[in-house]
């Protein structure tokens, strides 16, 4: 059976866990939180070298790199299909989905350490965040209406992008610039809370508050926050 190495508090783990529930592919999870290096769990690297979760287990060996992953699942589980059935489909989802990792996900994680561990951030941080995701926000209702789905007519790996990613870019906001940055996105909030009701994603998010007792415990243990 395959194996998810991870976290469920992590939005990059929950990427390839969304989308195997969504699939149905049985799969089993190991809880491996971050921080790994010479003093924490080094063996790790040797699945996932730069020591991220996720990574995943096959019976033909390990993938990091959540992308990776998620190809993986799709080509060796092509139902059902979590990318349209059009060559310029697969391209508007991998757009979108790329789109809110690099310009919203990326940026927001500079502040990531300042959520955790209670810090305030470097002022030059975090003009340079907002600036970021003020623009990206602008630019994201260029690739979607967020009528139905975030492309298309149904649920694909754009959708899974946005679910998992568009959260920490709320909080960040709502923490360190006292606004949502996303808030004037057309369609969007109501999208969100549409997707909230689906059940593997009500999954996801029981999970992650489960997890967070013994991730916080273990950030306080590796970092002292
Ligand atoms: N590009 C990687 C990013 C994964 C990532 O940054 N995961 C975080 C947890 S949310 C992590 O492992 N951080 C630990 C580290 O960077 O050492 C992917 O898509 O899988």
Redesign the pocket.
């Known amino acids: 059976m395959l194996k998810l190495h991870g976290f469920s508090s992590?939005?990059?783990?929950n990427v390839p866990k969304l989308a195997l529930l969504e699939k149905g592919i049985p799969f089993e999870e190991v809880v491996s939180y971050?921080g790994v290096g010479p003093k924490y769990r080094p063996e790790y690297l040797d699945k996932s070298p730069?020591?991220?979760?996720?990574c995943l287990e096959t019976p033909e060996g390990y993938i990091?790199?959540?992308?990776a992953i998620l190809e993986y699942i799709e080509r060796a589980w092509p139902e059902p299909a979590l990318l349209p059935d059009s060559p310029f489909g697969i391209a508007k989802v991998q757009e979108l989905s790329q789109f809110i990792e690099l310009y919203f996900e990326l940026v927001a994680r500079r502040l990531i350490p300042n959520l955790l561990g209670g810090g305030e951030p470097d002022p030059k941080v975090l003009r340079e965040v907002e600036t970021g995701l003020t623009k990206a926000a602008v630019a994201l209702g260029k690739l979607s209406d967020f009528e139905t789905f975030a492309w298309g007519d149904q649920f694909t790996l754009a959708d899974i992008a946005a679910i998992l990613n568009l959260p920490v870019v709320r909080n960040v906001g709502n923490r360190f610039f006292g606004r949502d940055p996303l808030a004037d996105v057309p369609g969007l909030t109501d999208y969100c809370a549409r997707m909230e009701e689906r059940p593997h994603v009500k999954t996801i998010r029981a999970d992650a508050a489960a997890d967070q007792p013994a991730f916080r415990a273990h950030l306080k243990e590796l970092y002292g926050f």
């Open positions: 992590s939005n990059y783990y971050t730069l020591g991220k979760v996720p990091s790199e959540s992308r």
